[in-house]
């Protein structure tokens, strides 16, 4: 092994911890936003799901909690990629 991981990204949403390991934290919205440079409403819309971050953010996000991308973001269900 090469130490890459491939994660298989199927249409639709993107599920994400953002908001467990935020309050792990006891960081609000705004607090994460700030840390990330983005704005608060951009936080809101990751961790419910309205918005799924770019990948240069969804790598600033796994820098600022030390952890690999693929251990932050999953695929959302899709039952249409279930049978592969």
Same mark, same amino acid.
């Given at each position: 092994? @090469?130490?890459?991981?491939? %994660? $298989? %990204?199927? =249409?639709? $949403?993107?599920? *994400?911890? !953002?908001?467990?390991?935020?309050? %792990? &934290?006891?960081? +609000?919205?705004?607090? !994460?936003?700030?840390?990330?440079? %983005? =704005?608060?409403?951009?936080? *809101?819309?990751?961790?419910?799901? &309205?918005?799924?971050? +770019? !990948? ?7 820098? !600022?909690? =030390?952890?690999?991308?693929? +251990?932050?973001? +999953?695929?959302?269900?899709? @039952? ?5």
């Amino acid at each position: 092994m @090469d130490g890459h991981h491939l %994660v $298989q %990204v199927t =249409s639709g $949403q993107v599920n *994400n911890r !953002l908001r467990e390991l935020r309050a %792990v &934290r006891r960081w +609000s919205q705004a607090d !994460l936003a700030d840390r990330l440079d %983005v =704005s608060r409403q951009t936080i *809101n819309a990751v961790e419910t799901g &309205r918005y799924d971050p +770019s !990948l240069p953010l969804a790598f600033k996000i796994a820098e !600022l909690f =030390s952890l690999p991308i693929e +251990s932050l973001f +999953s695929p959302g269900s899709d @039952d249409a990629g279930q049978s592969r």
